[in-house]
């Protein structure tokens, strides 16, 4: 019985090796880019969250307007709840949303109104593990509060449908030149969606897709000053400029579960988190050449005039060659053989 565990120790770990290197060969997007940080700055341990509440954190967002805070929300059958944590973990203040439900609470962002320069805050109530289940979606808009004490807030509803059709998806980025929201697709061949300029209230906005995305997106970012965006990936990070354009690979720590991301409030760096308990939260530094010069944040732009970047939309190497699509099935399927070989000797 022992050496029977033992073998199928080494056939869990060789399955497990199997899917890793298939999520890396397809997730690539930008070969021979893969940037790490130098010796002297790398990525380290900012804090553990603490609330034995948050067990799935699954967004992630840097505070614009309070120096220190990171916001974060569990995944879904939790409620409209989010919460702040300060530099050490802790929590500084829980918030619910009032006209808002959670269904599949996946990602989140922050932004600054141009006109009242307060913080806003963006919930994406848009995992579908069924792929088609919803008919629609819902991204909810509320204020940043302005103090650090437990409160209810309101929330602004808008509702989207994808143009060709329902999808699974974890991340959501909005451009703080524009304003414009984006939702990133989980998928084997993931996609960008851009939203509508203007959002309605009262129907479903369309969401039409501008551009691919790497295998199994977890989550996504806009560089607080717009000049580019990040998105997760459950192996590492993918950068690109405001246009749409890869820069390459960030090297992310390990984590049990990759489920967010965001970027530090000056955007020299990235915040990443994991699901789970006491789960971890990184700060990971960009490279040199693509971090912001120390200058005053441009002006947001007039959001009349809007762009519709990321991308006219992403370079033709951030897709899935023939090379790779055929050994991304060949692993799969040898993956999926092991597991089944386990089940079959564990019955």
Known sequence: MRGMMGGMGVLIRVARAALAVLFVVLGVSAPGLAWAADDDDRERLMFRIKDPRITESSGLATSPTHRGIVYTHNDSDAGPVFYAIGPRGTTRATFRLSGAEARDWEGMAATVDPESGRGVLWFADIGDNMDGAWSDISVYRVLEPTRMRNATLPATRYRFRYKDGARNAEGVMVNPRTGRLYIVSKEFGGSVYAAPRRLSTTKPNVLRRIGTAPLMATDAAYAPDGSGYVIRTYFSANLYDASGNSLGRLTMPAADQAESITYT?????????????????????????LRPTPTPTPAPARRSTPSTSPAAAASPAEGISPAQLTLGVVLTLGAIAIITFIARQAR
């Open 265 to 289: 409030r000056d955007g020299t760096a990235v915040l990443t988190g994991s699901e789970g308990p006491n789960s971890p939260v990184h700060r990971v530094p960009l490279p040199a050449h």
